[in-house]
Nanobody, 127 residues
């Protein structure tokens, strides 16, 4: 079965860094991971799930929410079926559950556009 598994979340102080990873597995991803747009989205308690970053099939195009631009970097390693989110200069406002998502489409900047979702990994940024 297709699966996205996130890792790398944790507790950090404001200004610190975390690197999230998402490994895709299953019949679909094992053979066609490179054709999927991959994204990171997050959801804080009581708030809507919001877009964070996305990367195109081959990694040539990236897109970021304004709130994380210049602080976060999304990348992918298609040989490992893995997408990453490097998060620097973290702020308490970044605290949320971060989800990895995949879509067999062009770069998507809304949660509704993604077809596959991971279980999420908690990121907590303390003051």
């Amino acid at each position: 079965q297709e699966q996205l598994v996130e890792s790398g979340g944790g507790l950090v102080q404001a200004g610190g860094s975390l690197r999230l990873s998402c490994v895709a597995s299953g019949r679909t991803f094992s053979s066609t991971f490179s054709i999927y747009t991959m994204g990171w989205l997050r959801q804080a308690p009581g708030k809507e799930r919001e877009f964070v970053a996305a990367i195109s099939w081959r990694g040539g195009r990236t897109y970021y929410a304004e709130s994380v631009k210049d602080r976060f970097t999304i990348s992918r390693d298609n040989a490992k079926n893995t997408v990453y989110l490097q998060m620097n200069s973290l702020k308490p406002e970044d605290t949320a559950v971060y989800y990895c998502a995949a879509a067999r489409s062009v770069v998507i900047t809304t949660a509704a556009g993604y077809d596959y979702w991971g279980q999420g990994t908690q990121v907590t940024v303390s003051s």
